[in-house]
T-cell receptor, first 118, second 116 residues
Framework: GAVVSQHPSWVICKSGTSVKIECRSLDFQATTMFWYRQFPKQSLMLMATSNEGSKATYEQGVEKDKFLINHASLTLSTLTVTSAHPEDSSFYIC??????????????FGEGSRLTVL | AQTVTQSQPEMSVQEAETVTLSCTYD???????LFWYKQPPSRQMILVIR??????QNATENRFSVNFQKAAKSFSLKISDSQLGDTAMYFCAFMKHGGGNTPLVFGKGTRLSVIA
């Protein structure tokens, strides 16, 4: 099946610094990637939809200047948490849909990245 | 906007027994897809089963099957012969038919514990 890889899996940073999380589709091209955030023991909340070569579409309430998303190629999307604060601590998950199979709807997920801001 | 409701925050089942997880959704769409994803302690999301709304036949994948009731907007997951490895969070998800840019909307999840 399609494989999505996230890096890093766990990152600890100081308040005020920026952290970049990478999401790669390893064996397929992904014109669209989705970034979700998951709080402990809660559901996945969509943050933004990332399209290759264009600006990301953010969900209501998500600060686009804080959560910078770049989708520069068909296999890589990045999420940068800028000026991180403790309330940004969370589990971030990316997902992608195999190009040309939108009719199945299935999303493939990365392993997730746990961010802890001290 | 679509919403997905999972009314059972936690459930437990004895090994080898059968358990059913509930999911209801609200939508005005006629064409859509429904999914059950599993999230084990590793946090990796894994697709369990998928149902297309225009198909009346319930989807089945080995020990996993669904009861899809379109009129009632209900999509329950049945796990037969439960195994210890089935212990995980289970999320029901909805996707309207709209192409590659359409995200999945998730329910709050049901934590399933399989007891030996």
């Amino acid at each position: 099946g399609a494989v999505v890889s996230q890096h890093p899996s766990w990152v600890i940073c100081k308040s005020g610094t920026s952290v970049k999380i990478e999401c790669r589709s390893l064996d397929f091209q992904a014109t669209t990637m989705f970034w979700y955030r998951q709080f402990p023991k809660q559901s996945l909340m969509l943050m933004a939809t990332s399209n290759e070569g264009s600006k990301a579409t953010y969900e209501q309430g998500v600060e686009k200047d804080k959560f910078l998303i770049n989708h520069a190629s068909l296999t890589l999307s990045t999420l940068t948490v800028t000026s991180a604060h403790p309330e940004d601590s969370s589990f971030y998950i990316c997902s992608a849909r195999v190009f040309g199979t939108s009719y199945t709807g299935e999303l493939f997920f990365g392993e997730g990245s746990r961010l802890t801001v001290l | 906007a679509q919403t997905v409701t999972q009314s059972q925050p936690e459930m437990s089942v004895q090994e080898a027994e059968t358990v059913t997880l509930s999911c209801t959704y609200d939508t005005s769409e006629n064409n859509y897809y429904l999914f059950w994803y599993k999230q084990p302690p590793s946090r990796q999301m894994i697709l369990v089963i998928r149902q297309e709304a225009y198909k009346q036949q319930n989807a089945t994948e080995n020990r996993f099957s669904v009861n899809f009731q379109k009129a009632a907007k209900s999509f329950s997951l049945k796990i037969s012969d439960s195994q210890l490895g089935d212990t995980a969070m289970y999320f029901c998800a909805f996707m309207k038919h709209g192409g590659g840019n359409t995200p999945l909307v998730f329910g709050k999840g049901t934590r399933l514990s399989v007891i030996a």
